[in-house]
């Protein structure tokens, strides 16, 4: 597991959810999303996503971040395990302790989709089949292979912008690099160095990528929102702070071979051997 996980929130809602759900075990896949006060727009995305998928059973698991209102309560009455952390911290502290739920308690694969009803959940199979099929071990959606309805210039340059530095420092070709709707082995996750509390998105697929696993895009919808605010900022400190996480991630990964080099190891792909050798299990 990453060295930032888990700490005293991480801690503490873990166990408020052992006393609440006791030893259960997961279905092979678990939808999981993160939430912060998204209880007005949350219930439609629980209500569509399917009970199974690509002949395989589905839970869903919504890590509540410290929220406000009373989104973890809509949650469990939608049927949803849910886990409560008493602080809001980021998406990316969230998801992170769902990732690390979900390996605990039994899933084999991990799809991600947001609370705010953006991605089209029928899109499902389309991003679980090639990691069933033992095709990929990640798979994320992409706008620009497939539509979105952000209307916003700047973002969609954005997409650009940063797709195109991805692909150039990991010498695989990247579209899009922060579409939430992705499906992957649940070791994968689990197997990344994790830290950044927000922009998780980019530090997740740069240390995906540089971990050597198979990874894919597929053509998938992005909607508008369906209720309530984003929670990224004004664009310009959202590109900022996102470029940020992906250079710093990149060269993160790129010291992080160098010194196992240095250690004997003899190529990248060793250190990813063993998560390599437990995905095609």
């Known amino acids: 597991m990453p060295t930032t996980f888990p700490d005293e929130v991480d801690e503490d809602a ?35 996503i399917p009970g199974s998928s690509c002949d395989l059973d589905v839970d869903t698991l919504v890590v509540v971040d410290g929220a406000s209102d009373d989104t973890a309560d809509v949650a469990v009455r939608h049927g949803a395990y849910t886990c409560v ?17 979900a390996a605990e308690r039994g899933a084999s694969y991990v799809v991600t989709t947001d609370a705010d009803g953006q991605y089209e959940i029928d899109e499902l199979p389309r991003l679980l089949r090639p990691i069933v099929d033992d095709e990929a071990d990640f798979v994320t959606g992409s706008r620009r292979l497939g539509s979105s309805e952000n209307p916003q210039l700047l973002r969609r340059l954005g997409t650009y912008v940063f797709a195109w530095l991805v692909s ?3 010498g695989q070709r990247i579209t899009d690099t922060s579409f939430g709707f992705r499906a992957m082995r649940v070791e994968v996750a689990n197997s990344v160095r994790l830290e950044q509390q927000q922009y ?56 992080a071979r160098r010194l196992s080099g240095a250690a004997g190891t003899s190529s990248a792909d060793e250190q990813v051997s063993e998560p390599a050798r437990a995905a095609g299990e």
């Open 200 to 255: 998780q998105s980019s530090e997740l697929l740069v240390g995906v990528l540089a971990r050597g696993y198979r990874v894919r895009e597929q053509a998938m919808t992005m909607r508008q929102r369906v209720a309530g605010v984003s929670k990224k900022g004004n664009n310009v400190l959202y590109g900022y702070r996102y470029s940020r996480v992906v250079l710093g991630t990149w060269l993160r990964e790129r010291r």
């Open 14 to 48: 873990l166990a408020d959810y052992a006393a609440r759900y006791g030893d259960h075990r997961f279905a092979p896949v678990v939808v999981l999303i993160a939430a912060y006060n998204e209880r007005d727009a949350i219930p439609a995305v629980l209500e569509g």
């Open 168 to 170: 150039m420092m990991t």
């Open 85 to 101: 952390a008493g602080t809001n911290r980021g998406q990316g502290a969230a998801l992170r302790l769902g990732y690390r739920l």
